[in-house]
């Protein structure tokens, strides 16, 4: 396997070298995490890193030094905030915003199915109104310095493919520097399996990148997404948010180096070693997240995570109540290396419908 599976059209003007990238979620994706991600990151591997959804009525008025969703640290690369919005005025101040902060690029959201979303014509609500979302891009492309993309979901069946189509040349043509495919359709959220034939077609459809998300729990997923489909990135979720060693394992597949300060090593591939490291990444989740939010807000976000992640180990429910019941960080920490002091084997996947 070489280095030339993926990014055939470049992603931020060829910076972008790695075909890997983590999706934008609610609670979820935060600095914390994006930097226990990264610490399994190929040294010489640079990818996109994205933010919570961000609302781009209330970013022009919070400090983003200090506001949890904006948090970031001084050595953070890659960075693309995503956005909620659908007026001119506090999109433009919210992109003027955040690159100063440090964006390198901004990414709409279309394909948030949540009802807040819905009742403030954000996200998925986009995409029932292709003139509107077009204009979104353009008044987003407007006020931008750097590269624009877009998160989208899908049309009901690739029947209805040229509805998509038609949709994503809008954006092209408004400015978007690429798209990130979900296809599965808001009224699905996240049951039944993606349509990955949808990512295909659109990737041969248009001259500009396109990424592929949806079902990828493994670094074969991303392999056969990338193969399958010939999409120039793949996106993952939750899997990656509890296997952040996928970036290690695919980074080997492809012949790029070790992680810092992993060189010698191999990336875990067993579901035993898969379950010992999970608990690596959760001891240290817990230590991030308190230097970065303190004490209180760390033990929320952490729970959190334990429960949207340990679905992949056979006695998640236990580890998420030892979690629960940890009345600070450190005896959450305790109970957590008390928990994988005995062998836990991790799942390749789950339903992903938690």
């Known amino acids: 396997m070489n280095r030339k599976l993926g990014l055939h059209r470049p992603i931020l003007d060829g910076k972008v070298n790695f075909p890997l990238c983590l999706a934008p979620m609610v609670g979820l994706t935060h600095v914390a995490l994006r930097e226990v991600i990264r610490e399994y990151l190929p ?6 890193w994205p933010t919570e959804m961000l609302n781009s009525r209330r970013v022009p008025d919070e400090n983003l030094e200090t506001t949890p969703e904006t948090m970031r640290s001084e050595s953070e690369t890659g960075l693309v905030p995503q956005i909620l ?3 001119e005025e506090p999109i433009a101040k919210t992109v003027k915003r955040l690159i100063e902060w440090g ?7 279309m394909g948030c199915p949540v009802q807040k979303a819905l009742k403030h014509n954000y996200g998925v609500a ?10 979104v891009v353009r008044m987003t492309v407007k006020n931008s310095t750097v590269p624009v993309s877009v998160k989208l979901r899908a049309v009901g069946s ?17 400015g978007a520097a690429w798209v990130c495919l979900h296809p599965r359709t808001a009224a699905q959220k996240r049951r039944g399996s993606a349509d990955w034939e949808q990512i295909k077609q659109l990737h041969k459809a248009v001259d500009f990148p396109v990424i592929g998300n949806g079902d990828v729990q493994t670094s074969d997923d991303v392999i056969a997404m990338l193969e399958e489909t010939g999409c120039d990135m793949a996106m993952a979720g939750r899997a990656l948010a509890a296997r952040p060693w996928m970036m290690w394992q695919l980074g080997e597949r492809l012949g790029f180096s070790a992680p810092a300060g992993k060189e010698g090593l191999r990336a875990p591939s067993t579901p035993e ?9 959760l001891v240290s989740l817990i230590k991030k997240s308190v230097q970065f939010f303190g004490e209180d807000k760390a033990m929320r976000k952490v729970r959190f995570y334990v429960r949207t992640t340990s679905v992949w180990l056979p006695f998640g429910n236990a580890l998420t109540s030892v979690c629960a019941k940890a009345q ?10 008390k928990f994988f002091s005995v062998p836990h084997e991790m799942s390749a996947r789950t339903e992903l419908r938690q």
């Open 158 to 174: 690739t029947k209805e493919f040229d509805e998509l189509l038609t949709f994503v040349q809008g954006l092209r043509n408004s």
């Open 328 to 337: 600070n960080t450190d005896q959450m920490i305790e109970g957590v290396e």
């Open 85 to 87: 919005g659908n007026e």
């Open 273 to 281: 070693e898969e379950g010992a490291e999970y608990g690596k990444v």
């Open 43 to 48: 040294s010489d591997a640079f990818t996109i």
């Open 126 to 135: 986009l995409m029932g109104d292709p003139s509107y979302a077009a204009e």
């Open 103 to 109: 964006a390198e690029a901004i990414d709409i959201n």
